[in-house]
């Protein structure tokens, strides 16, 4: 077996903003945590850890013996249960989704007391406890290469997602150890592979950026990048190359395989279903 796959749960204790698109002055967020989220905050956890600032060749370490879901939120149906399932995913009903786990701050800059013309503006993010008062989860999955050498149980235990992060946002509490399963959220995995498959049915949605090559399906397309830390540059201040992907929620018009690249991107694998 090529890789070993874990359930992981995180209690939200804070606040979260998964950087999106800005709409008027509304910064919107992503309804989940997107796999180069993952790799961005556990990558960050595992270098300071070892006491360096390396981050390039431990993003690097990372990319080789780990792959990662998205994470989704979602609540537990019974009091005292940790949840393994998600509840509702943001494109099967988003009016529900967004009154359940999203709102917003709004914050200006101040100049002598009185707020500076154009800077007022909104920060979206997903609550720590729904509009009914329930404790949100993330809920997603981390594959493990065999040899891996990382030590990446003890750093889930200590690591933030998303933005605003010096204000106390994107804080999360590992929910017991990571488990090991078989499945990928609902959906039949190979793990003999270089690089762990997914396999898709019909009419079934894919649940991370999908590289849009000469695929077709169903769905939204975006171009999709993220922020490097490099020893050229200051933290997050390199932006990577732009992937133009199918965006989670589009739906697969024939069964389907997917190899799950490093940074959670998924790309149709060329082996026959």
Same mark, same amino acid.
């Given at each position: 077996?090529?890789?070993?796959? %874990? *359930?992981? $749960?995180?209690?939200?204790? $804070?606040?979260?903003? /998964?950087?999106?698109?800005?709409?008027?002055?509304? *910064?919107?967020?992503?309804? %989940? #945590?997107?796999?180069?989220?993952?790799?961005?905050?556990?990558?960050?956890? @595992?270098?300071?850890?070892?006491?360096?600032?390396?981050?390039?060749?431990?993003?690097?370490?990372?990319?080789?013996?780990?792959? !990662?879901? %998205?994470?989704?939120? =979602?609540?537990?149906?019974?009091?005292?249960?940790?949840?393994?399932?998600?509840?509702?995913?943001?494109?099967?009903?988003?009016?529900?989704?967004?009154?359940? %786990? @999203? +709102?917003?701050?709004? $914050?200006?800059? @101040?100049?002598?007391? =009185?707020?500076?013309?154009?800077?007022?503006?909104?920060?979206?993010?997903?609550?720590?406890?729904?509009?009914?008062?329930? *404790?949100?989860?993330?809920?997603?999955?981390? !594959?493990?290469? =065999?040899?891996?050498?990382?030590?990446?149980?003890?750093? @889930?235990?200590? /690591?933030?997602?998303?933005?605003?992060?010096?204000?106390?946002?994107?804080?999360?509490?590992?929910?017991?150890?990571?488990? *090991?399963?078989?499945?990928?959220?609902?959906?039949?995995?190979? #793990?003999?592979?270089?690089?762990?498959?997914?396999?898709?049915?019909?009419?079934?949605?894919?649940?991370?950026? =999908?590289?849009?090559?000469?695929?077709?399906?169903?769905?939204?397309?975006?171009?999709? #990048?993220?922020?490097?830390?490099?020893?050229?540059?200051?933290? +997050?201040?390199?932006? $990577?190359?732009?992937? /133009?992907?199918?965006?989670? +929620?589009?739906?697969?018009?024939?069964?389907?395989?997917?190899?799950?690249?490093?940074?959670?991107?998924?790309?149709?694998?060329?082996?026959?279903?």
């Amino acid at each position: 077996m090529a890789w070993s796959l %874990y *359930q992981v $749960s995180f209690r939200l204790l $804070s606040p979260i903003h /998964i950087g999106w698109k800005k709409t008027g002055n509304l *910064q919107q967020t992503r309804p %989940y #945590v997107t796999g180069r989220n993952m790799w961005g905050a556990l990558t960050a956890r @595992l270098g300071r850890d070892h006491g360096g600032t390396n981050y390039q060749d431990v993003g690097k370490k990372v990319d080789e013996q780990l792959r !990662f879901s %998205y994470l989704y939120p =979602t609540i537990n149906s019974d009091y005292g249960k940790i949840p393994d399932q998600i509840k509702i995913l943001p494109w099967n009903n988003f009016y529900d989704f967004s009154w359940l %786990y @999203l +709102g917003s701050y709004s $914050s200006t800059a @101040l100049n002598n007391k =009185t707020a500076d013309d154009g800077t007022l503006h909104e920060t979206e993010c997903i609550f720590p406890k729904t509009r009914k008062g329930d *404790q949100v989860y993330l809920l997603g999955y981390i !594959f493990e290469k =065999t040899g891996c050498d990382l030590s990446w149980k003890n750093a @889930l235990q200590r /690591i933030q997602f998303g933005g605003e992060r010096g204000y106390g946002w994107g804080r999360v509490e590992i929910v017991n150890s990571p488990k *090991q399963c078989d499945k990928y959220f609902e959906y039949d995995v190979d #793990v003999t592979e270089e690089s762990p498959i997914i396999k898709v049915p019909k009419d079934k949605c894919i649940l991370a950026h =999908t590289l849009v090559g000469g695929l077709e399906q169903l769905g939204e397309i975006e171009p999709f #990048v993220g922020r490097d830390t490099t020893a050229k540059n200051d933290f +997050g201040g390199n932006v $990577s190359s732009a992937n /133009i992907c199918w965006i989670p +929620g589009g739906v697969v018009n024939k069964d389907k395989l997917f190899k799950i690249c490093p940074k959670g991107l998924w790309k149709e694998a060329s082996k026959k279903v």
